[in-house]
């Protein structure tokens, strides 16, 4: 099996500076960049998905462990919760309901190929 290194995928849309997101702050902290750069390529929806579903899950955990004579506070937290893991249904869903968001890089040519 033959391994190559991953490449950033080349910007399609608008060559001038992007918006910085929080992934890419997450990218530059890295202490090992063979962490990022050796790993199978994901989307970045499917990503953030995972992230806001921890996200998600860690705030329901806390509202759970909360004590019962703080009611509104585990009431605000779960509603937090179900926010963020609703969120991370829209991210995990959005590829497949939205036909044609990101064009798909074809690998031989390396040109977008946008299905119309």
């Known amino acids: ?49 995972y992230i806001l579903l921890m996200i998600g899950s860690s705030l329901m955990m806390i509202a759970n462990v909360l004590p019962s004579k703080w009611k ?3 009431t605000c937290t779960n509603i937090a919760s179900a926010i963020f893991t609703g969120l991370s249904a829209i991210y995990f869903a959005k590829p497949f309901a939205i036909k044609g968001l990101s ?5 031989d040519t390396k040109e977008p190929v946008i299905e119309k």
Do not use: L, W, Y
Not at 103 to 107: D, L, Q, S, W, Y
């Open 1 to 49: 099996m033959q391994v190559t290194k991953i490449q950033k995928a080349p910007i399609f849309c608008n060559a001038t500076s992007q918006k910085r997101e929080f992934i890419d702050i997450i990218a530059d902290n890295v202490k090992n960049p063979r962490d990022v750069e050796d790993c199978v390529a994901v989307p970045r929806g499917i990503f953030k998905a």
């Open 72 to 74: 509104a506070v585990k």
């Open 103 to 107: 064009p798909t890089v074809n690998k």
